[in-house]
């Protein structure tokens, strides 16, 4: 087959769709390109049909690091498992799609997404989506009507489509939207404590760009003959879904008016089932083809029998499953403090839904670095959620999966906007999320713990956060808007809606939509009934803990920084980092310099910095002339002295007759190679020659040394003398050329 191209303008850029030439065996395959980005996209599905009642749908999108140009780092020089960025695209590009499929299509299905080449100024996520669409649109697969997804920003008062990496730092919001003609389909991003109205405005505008991006895609499809495969679409029989529904209507009527635990209801459920299938295998067991597949039936007759009565009941008693009205929130309860030995933990638990959260603060060194298609950086903030298998009454895996790395990097962001400037709190903040009990958002429920726990670490949030999560039932134009949403209600409504702010704005959003239909008013309604919910939920966090400790946990490190001239910065590092090495082991502290000679140390005590900090100084230190210092024989000259080092990679002579006020004959007897003594430099000789004199340290000549020296140099070889109250006197900035950032204890 030729290659068929279709093409638009975009954003002043050409966004175009090819293909005909590239892997002609998938079931579809599309090379979008826009600008220097290019995306392969295959999807493929089985012929197959497999015995299962959920669509197989994998999706894989990945980075060739080759398409910047740039190696892979470590050892292996081959791209591994995928990245988090790369997991949280693959679940971008799945999220909308899997609901464009027939409920009935059972077939292995997957979508794979290359980026081959990739132009700093448009990022390829999307462009990725919009390729999964076109290559299902255009293959064998049912898959009949386009969607497409773009990035929204909005800089300078103006929104903007698919921004560039650098453009994106200067928006107010980074969003992606996903939709078909008619309708909204998916959204997430974050936000800086963006009005209701400006979302909704995001929204808009970026419907408006994916219409022309579905139209690109009808254009392609239109050159080809699209011929879809034919499949079974297996219907259960009528009078099976009659005798289910006369069994247990008038228990499946009392258990949804019933105010239950989830674990009552999953027992309720399969008492249920059990009913029914008695009766069933009773009713049909001359029909042996029937009673093979009973249970797959007759659960699916359980799951829409109980999502109709439960809409019903919500539509028009305005009641919901656990007895509360459409704008309840559960009951909320915080505690922190809970971990002694983590640096800050929080608990947030909401009805049947619980968090535990634990913060770690750490050096510069403990940051992440990020090494993938966009310029590589270093992230100091961590977010990592847990979703154990107890949480919810099942056993299973203890593993990663896309869902823990999806619902963490919602939370993080989410929280990361009202962290403090790296100025002004140096550390690497860590949170990691244990969700013990789920029944509802638990990536809401992490907002919540995590703020909580990052205030009782001590770090000063702008602003406390939290999350919820809203519902949806839509039946014609009937329509209820539930507020905290159980696990059933998700389940079972239209619409998972989390939206995370301060008491001031949106900071981060997750939307997915089972429906068309769903119109901006009815977002708009969502959204300001999710701003009530958020409020009464800061409320409540408040009173538990509404500021930042006034100080960090003892067991986290403290920063204390100082400023070295620049010309001394490569004396400090030493060659190789050699020096820089030996102050680390010897202090067990963290150093970074800047290069403004701007110097941190990181460590676990106020000794260890100090003796790091009085090790630099002396390297940075010129000699001067009446000083006295510790000095190191390093060699004997017999009738002439001794050449010692006194700083560091400085070294004078202790002439023969500076050594003593008798007359030496025998130095050896006086002096030994390795022997630490104290000298007074006497001279600096026009060639920059020291000469330094014994004599005059034991005549204290001149009076001796001067008393900040004193100071100085007995700190240097007494740092363990320095107690409590040593350092309680200690606690402003530090007396001599340096400041500390951070020395508290709890």
């Known amino acids: 087959m030729a290659k068929i191209i279709a093409k638009i303008d975009f954003e002043g850029k050409e966004y175009s769709l090819e293909t005909g030439q590239l892997a002609k065996f998938a079931s579809g395959s599309v090379l979008v390109r826009c600008g220097e980005t290019i995306v392969l996209v295959t999807a493929v599905a089985s012929n197959d049909l497999k015995d299962v009642d959920f669509l197989p749908l994998t999706v894989e999108y990945r980075e060739k690091l080759s398409a910047v140009g740039k190696f892979p780092g470590g050892f292996i020089k081959r791209e591994g498992k995928p990245s988090d960025n790369e997991v949280l695209t693959s679940r971008l590009i799945d999220r909308p799609i899997r609901p464009m499929f027939p409920d009935t299509w059972h077939y292995e299905t997957q979508i794979i997404a290359t980026v081959f080449s990739a132009d700093p100024d448009i990022d390829p996520d999307t462009l990725a989506a919009v390729g999964a669409s076109a290559a299902l649109l255009i293959s064998d697969i049912p898959f009949n009507e386009p969607l497409s997804e773009v990035r929204v920003g909005k800089i300078d008062g103006e929104y903007v489509a698919n921004p560039s990496f650098e453009d994106r730092k200067k928006s107010i919001l980074d969003i992606t939207v996903a939709g078909t003609d008619a309708a909204i389909l998916m959204v997430e991003g974050e936000c800086n404590e963006i009005s209701e109205e400006d979302f909704l405005g995001a929204l808009e505008f970026a419907h408006s760009k994916i219409r022309l991006l579905n139209d690109l895609q009808k254009q392609l499809a239109s050159q080809l003959q699209i011929v879809k495969r034919e499949y079974p679409v297996q219907e259960i029989p009528e009078e099976l879904i009659k005798l289910v529904k006369d069994t247990l209507q008038n228990d499946l009527n009392e258990y949804i008016h019933k105010i239950t635990s989830k674990a009552e209801r999953t027992a309720t459920r399969k008492s249920m089932f059990d009913t029914a299938l008695l009766k069933a295998q009773e009713t049909f067991n001359d029909n042996q083809e029937l009673l093979e597949k009973l249970d797959g039936y007759i659960l699916q007759i359980i799951d829409e029998f109980e999502q109709e009565m439960m809409r019903k009941m919500i539509i028009e008693e305005k009641r919901r499953l656990d007895g509360r009205g459409l704008r309840d929130i559960r009951p909320i309860n915080c505690e922190v403090g809970l971990l002694p030995r983590a640096h800050g933990s929080a608990l947030f638990t909401r009805g049947e839904t619980q968090s535990l959260c634990s913060i770690t603060l750490g050096t510069q060194k403990d940051s992440q670095t990020i090494n993938g298609i966009d310029p590589v950086y270093q992230e100091r903030f961590m977010l990592h959620y847990n979703f154990p298998p107890f949480s919810t009454g099942e056993v299973g895996r203890l593993m990663v999966s896309r869902r823990e790395i999806g619902h963490g990097h919602l939370a993080w962001r989410a929280l990361k906007g009202q962290l403090p400037e790296e100025n002004d709190f140096p550390y690497a903040i860590r949170v990691i999320s244990d969700i013990l009990e789920s029944n509802g958002s638990s990536s809401m429920a992490t907002v919540c713990s995590g703020s909580l726990g990052l205030f009782d670490a001590g770090v000063p949030l702008k602003k406390p956060v939290a999350g919820i999560a809203m519902g949806l039932i839509k039946e014609n134009d009937d329509i209820a808007i539930l507020s905290d949403i159980l696990g059933d209600e998700d389940h079972l409504g239209d619409m998972d809606f989390k939206v995370a702010g301060t008491i001031d704005g949106i900071t981060a959003c997750q939307m997915d939509i089972k429906i068309e239909g769903i119109t901006i008013d009815i977002m708009r309604q969502a959204l300001h009934q999710a701003n009530e919910g958020r409020l009464h939920i800061l409320d409540i966090m408040n009173k538990t803990l509404d500021k930042p400790r006034e100080d960090i946990s003892m067991y986290a490190p403290r920063f204390y920084k100082m400023v070295i001239p620049t010309e001394m910065i490569g004396a400090v590092i030493g060659t190789g980092g050699e020096t820089i090495r030996s102050i680390t082991t010897q202090t067990q502290a963290d150093i970074a310099i800047e290069q403004d000679g701007t110097v941190t140390i990181a460590a676990a005590n106020f000794d260890q910095a100090q003796l790091a900090r009085q090790m630099i100084e002396s390297l940075v230190r010129k000699p001067q002339v009446g000083e006295i210092y510790s000095a190191t024989v390093k ?58 004199s014994l004599k005059a340290v034991l005549n204290n000549d001149d009076g001796g040394v001067s008393a900040s020296h004193s100071d100085s140099h007995s700190s240097h070889h007494s740092s363990s003398s320095y107690n409590k109250s040593d350092r309680s006197e200690r606690r402003g900035p530090d007396r001599d050329n340096g400041e500390r950032v951070s020395f508290r204890k709890k």
Do not use: M
């Open 635 to 692: 060699e004997i000259r017999p009738n002439l002295g001794a050449i010692v080092e006194f700083l560091p990679r400085q070294q004078g002579l202790l002439h023969i007759s500076q050594i003593s006020n008798d007359r030496v004959e025998d130095i050896s007897k006086y002096l030994k190679v390795g022997e630490k003594i104290e000298l007074k430099l006497i001279e600096i000789t026009p060639d920059g020659k020291f000469r330094l």
